[in-house]
């Protein structure tokens, strides 16, 4: 009895770790936020008459990087350069090339042939069934517009909304920059980008820097922007919708589709029956 319950413990000591661990590891992946941050610049010092200048692709410069855990998940995405996308995980490069560059199995001819045999439809065909298509899309159509116009879907439409706007607050970039100069040819289009710049002025001042250039096209710009996901932000996002009766209601009722329209005939003669 005293080896049985020696055995019971250390498994017992195991089985807590595991658990430990397990939730260590849930709550790094759901707090610890991956960060993300870019840089991109298009040099265009001196402006120019025609509306692109001399090698537009040499002219543009550009990184990104996405970091979880103190980088010890890093990818990179520069251009130009020797590696397009390179990451690494704990200290060890992960092949991305290899798998960007996979190569797709070749498909037999006998399937080829069968695929260019379906795909080849005689013309009067599809113009006898295009009638039969429109009034499908229409019984659909009032489908989903009833369901969306319902209570069900008007709250669950409401919900998705709210969670939607908290995932982007917490998803969009914190700190963002766009300054240089543009041109647009004329004075008129230039002084049109200065007025819509101008509308977006609440939400850009202190981001947004522009001069204009009058007469010439030119793209000198410079743009940077810095953020973060929690994915924890998401995931409760998720579960609160899942919980909601409507929501699910609602995507029943989108998965679920219409009846079939013949269904829907009888239905309404039996609703006219009992009318009269």
Not at 247 to 254: E, G, N, P, Q, S
Request: charged share 30%; with cysteine.
């Amino acid at each position: 009895m005293h080896i049985l319950f020696t055995i019971l413990k250390i498994l017992g000591i195991i089985l807590l770790i595991l658990l430990c661990l397990v939730l260590v590891i849930g709550c790094l992946v759901l707090f610890v936020p991956i960060r993300y941050n870019a840089q991109g610049r298009f040099e265009d010092p001196e402006g120019h008459a025609e509306i692109l200048p001399d090698r537009p692709k040499e002219r543009a410069f550009g990184e990104a990087h996405v970091t979880w855990l103190f980088k010890a998940v890093h990818v990179a995405v520069q251009y130009p350069g020797e590696e397009l996308i390179r990451a690494t995980a704990f200290g060890i490069k992960l092949p991305v090339d290899k798998f960007l560059h996979r190569e797709k199995p070749e498909q037999p001819e006998e399937e080829k042939e069968e695929e260019k045999k379906e795909e080849k439809k005689n013309i009067w065909q599809i113009l006898e069934e295009l009638p039969d298509k429109i009034d499908d899309l229409i019984y659909r159509k009032d489908y989903y517009m009833k369901v969306l116009s319902g209570s069900c879907g008007k709250d669950a439409l409401g919900r998705v909304k709210k969670e939607l706007l908290t995932i982007l607050a917490s998803v969009l970039p914190a700190e963002w920059a766009l300054g240089g100069n543009i041109g647009l040819g004329t004075p008129i289009r230039s002084a049109n980008v200065m007025e819509v710049a101008g509308f977006t002025y609440p939400v850009t001042a202190g981001h947004l820097f522009i001069t204009p250039n009058w007469y010439e096209y030119q793209y000198d710009l410079t743009a940077a922007f810095d953020g973060k996901i929690t994915l924890a932000v998401i995931v409760f996002a998720a579960l609160r919708l899942l919980l909601s009766k409507n929501v699910r209601r609602f995507i029943k009722k989108l998965r679920k589709g219409p009846p079939p329209r013949h269904k829907e005939a009888e239905a309404g003669k039996k609703d006219t029956k009992q009318a009269a």
